[in-house]
């Protein structure tokens, strides 16, 4: 892999990342654009213990440009976009509309691929290993920053998700506070913790899903579930086999295998409800151990933590969507339309020949 550091015309950063040596990344941004400002503000909510990030100017933000306008496609003559280079493998820039900026963190932008037309479940493995490196470079990188405590790496995929920009691309957002959902898990590992000295809630349920019905796919270091309280109608969770904090801790067995096991959860989910219907829309999230602000879970450490991907789609059923109503908007209360042990079997059905 190699990495080139740039800048754009507004003075936010950009990184190519190829995937082998070639023409210098020497391309100039060529837009007259103003300095970045924004106003993004983190406030407590004392109730609930909530951060609640404010940005209002995310407001003007790009909207379903038409193809010809991508700001994600590079550069082509007169067409000018956030990346200046004719071609890229993967790039990685800071968000011109961040959520999270300055000492409240960062946000950055991924673009898979220069294909505006494709999507991660159409990349070669050689490709998804890059965007793989690509996430692990990052969250390097901006855990060094003195403003974030943990680096989150996404994709939205789908109109139905809310996804404002159709190129396939995701996000990294570096939170300045341990995330209320992250905050829960390390809750239930020390409370185990404290149960039995030695046990690892995250190694059990690992261990327990591995060899059962709602089991999806296992490789000789991944593994995927559908989990047994699954808040989505189609919900899975991949793991290593060996447990590691974050992204940077995987080994090479790890990253090597990674490509293959991903790509095939993502085919088997835009199969999940047959060929006639579009693309399947989903988020696809990175949970990593934060760096900091653990003191208040006594007995356990960042290492107790387990790196994994969570993938679910909000369709429940063809041309039907899951939306968040009354109990589960309302009150943090999930009904789950389709049954863990029915998803994981449909998911192992469309299976690849």
């Avoid at 951060?51 to 003559?77: F, K």
């Avoid at 680096?151 to 159709?166: A, D, K, M, S």
């Avoid at 506070?177 to 829960?184: D, E, I, L």
Wanted: glycine content about 6%; proline content about 7%.
């Amino acid at each position: 892999m190699r990495k080139t550091s740039t800048r754009l015309a507004d003075g936010r950063e950009l990184i190519y990342y190829d995937l082998r040596d070639g023409a210098p990344r020497d391309a100039v941004d060529r837009r007259p654009l103003d300095a970045t400002v924004t106003t993004s503000e983190v406030r407590h909510d004392v109730l609930l213990g909530d951060d609640i990030a404010v940005a209002s100017h995310r407001q003007g933000r790009t909207y379903h440009p038409p193809a010809d306008q991508c700001p994600l496609c590079p550069t082509r003559g007169d067409r000018l976009s956030e990346i200046p280079d004719s071609t890229y493998d993967v790039a990685v820039f800071e968000n011109r509309f961040p959520s999270l900026a300055g000492d409240s963190g960062r946000c950055e932008v991924v673009c898979f691929t220069e294909d505006h037309d494709a999507s991660f479940a159409q990349l070669s493995e050689e490709q998804a290993r890059l965007v793989l490196d690509a996430w692990t470079d990052r969250t390097a990188d901006l855990s060094h920053l003195s403003s974030v405590v943990q680096v989150f790496p996404f994709e939205n995929r789908g109109h139905e998700i809310g996804v404002t920009l159709g190129h396939p691309h995701g996000q990294i957002y570096a939170y300045p506070f341990v995330t209320p959902r992250t905050a829960r898990m390390f809750q239930s590992l020390a409370a185990r913790r404290a149960e039995a000295d030695t046990a690892n809630l995250f190694d059990e349920i690992v261990e327990r899903e591995s060899a059962g019905e709602r089991l999806v796919l296992a490789g000789d270091h991944w593994v995927a579930f559908v989990p047994y309280a699954a808040h989505w109608p189609y919900e899975v969770h991949l793991y290593p086999r060996r447990r590691v904090p974050d992204l940077t801790a995987l080994d090479e067995d790890q990253r090597a295998e990674f490509p293959r096991v991903y790509l095939e959860l993502l085919r088997r989910f835009d199969r999940i409800f047959g060929p006639d219907e579009p693309p399947t829309p989903y988020i696809a999230a990175w949970h990593q151990a934060p760096f900091s602000g653990l003191d208040a879970y006594e007995g356990v450490t960042r290492d107790d933590f387990a790196l994994h991907l969570e993938l679910f789609t909000i369709r429940r059923t063809s041309g039907k969507l899951k939306f968040l109503a009354g109990s589960e908007s309302g009150m943090g209360v999930f009904i789950n339309d389709v049954p863990p042990e029915a998803a994981a079997a449909r998911l192992r059905e469309v299976a690849s020949a």
